[in-house]
């Protein structure tokens, strides 16, 4: 059967390559086992649309996502194994701000929440260190904070024993905040993370817009993070959803 035209735009691709351009042949038949020559062309052309905006998709993710997005499909695998140099003035209370990411990461929102935290905690005349090495959470190092912030870490940071150095410290009476990202994987490597200290599984945030007005009310305006907040107040963010309340599982919703 007859091959379409060839599209000028692989004419084109071929030529400035000095080489021949490759024959086409694209043939839809009917029922009757006749060749439509016309829908083999709206099949070239629909196929043709697909891959560019496959391309378009791919190219997206470089130019505005970069590495940062590509690392939501493919995530780092890297893991510290010598503990960075805590300095000797970092005395209890302390808070160790910790921002190590192997997925997705908040290039704004790291630096200015450790900024922000570092200088509330000087108000108060606490001590701070900020790394994103993970070979920080082990009993020696750990015993020297009195709250460890994950700032928006994402992936999976530690490596196994250090997780257990983690989970150990946490639930022998550690203190910790996990702020956005940290509980922001649409899946982990680590169970525990999302079940123990999360509470909950990550699904999606909002879209279209990204960021998005809403309603927060307090619930409990007892607790010392909530008690000079007003009962309700409205906030521009990117809302999380978890695939269930945290409720059920003994979780002091604020």
């Not at 905690?121 to 009195?146: H, M």
């Not at 940290?182 to 945030?205: C, K, L, V």
Request: one cysteine or more.
């Amino acid at each position: 059967h007859q091959s379409p035209p060839e599209p000028d735009f692989l004419q084109d691709r071929f030529r400035s390559r000095a080489l021949s351009p490759i024959p086409i042949t694209i043939g839809v038949t009917d029922h009757g086992g006749r060749v439509n020559d016309q829908a083999g062309r709206k099949l070239f052309m629909m196929s043709k649309r697909v891959l560019r905006s496959a391309g378009l998709l791919g190219l997206s993710l470089l130019l505005f996502g970069g590495c940062s997005t590509l690392r939501v499909f493919f995530p780092s695998k890297t893991y510290e194994t010598t503990a960075p140099e805590v300095p000797s003035i970092i005395k209890k209370p302390a808070v160790l701000l910790y921002s190590k990411t192997n997925g997705f990461r908040h290039d704004e929102a790291i630096p200015a929440a450790n900024a922000l935290l570092t200088k509330l905690a000087a108000e108060r005349g606490w001590s701070v260190f900020a790394t994103e090495n993970g070979a920080i959470f082990n009993p020696i190092d750990l015993a020297r904070f009195t709250v460890v912030v994950w700032n928006n870490t994402s992936g999976d940071t530690l490596n196994p024993a250090q997780k257990k150095d983690w989970q150990a410290w946490l639930t022998s009476g550690g203190g910790a905040i996990a702020i956005h990202g940290a509980g922001g994987d649409s899946s982990y490597d680590w169970d525990w993370h999302p079940e123990n200290f999360i509470r909950a599984q990550f699904t999606m945030h909002t879209m279209g817009p990204q960021f998005q007005d809403a309603t927060a009310i307090v619930e409990n305006a007892d607790h010392p993070a909530t008690r000079e907040l007003p009962a309700t107040w409205t906030h521009n963010e990117e809302w999380y959803s978890f695939a269930e309340s945290p409720r059920d599982k003994g979780v002091d919703v604020l």
